[in-house]
């Protein structure tokens, strides 16, 4: 099957945008493992999303068909240093060490990744992840969190993958934090 991924844009009358709305407020209540989310709840992360400009959200469409979605964060080295504040050594999250004998800050961060369920185990979340990947060059940052041992086998095998095997792996505070450089 056919996968591609699309950058979402904010448009009213976009079925791509109400796609996502939906799809989004079926991710939330999948990962709340019964906790109940009230809609505005939802519609308020979703609007956060929607607004930052370091958030890009991509459709994952298979056949023509959205099934799922990414968010990422993304900075260019300049927009960096505008966007985030200094941070302090011991509130990076885990990862590789850059040469000034700090970390490096991520160029890509891999926020969310969602296939619908009925889509799942098909192969299409792991082209989709290949396809993001090699559309962004950089240091990238995917995290998992811990419980979710399924997740942390995907992204472990993705990145295997798109990284020819060199990766870093770091825990902390319940995750899994992958670093890796991809189009290199």
Known sequence: MLTTIKELIDSPESGDLQWFRAAYGR?????????????????????DILHADHYR???????????GFAIMNSWDVAARA??????????????????RGNRALPDHELIEFFI???????????????????????????SQL????????????????????????SHADGRFYQRFRSGV
């Open 116 to 142: 619908d369920q009925s889509f799942r185990q098909r192969g299409i979340g792991a082209e989709a992840a290949r396809l993001l990947l090699a559309r962004f060059a950089g240091l990238w940052q995917v």
């Open 27 to 47: 991710w939330r209540r999948e990962l709340s493992l019964g906790v109940s989310l009230s809609e505005t709840a939802i519609d308020a992360d979703i609007q």
């Open 82 to 99: 505008l966007q985030r504040p200094k941070i302090q050594r011991s509130q990076v999250t885990p990862g590789v060490s850059s040469s």
């Open 146 to 169: 811990d419980t979710d041992r399924v997740a942390v086998h995907f992204w472990r095998a993705v990145i295997t993958r798109a990284s020819g095997g060199e990766f870093s792996e």
């Open 57 to 67: 959200i991509f459709l994952i469409q298979a056949a023509g068909q959205s099934v």
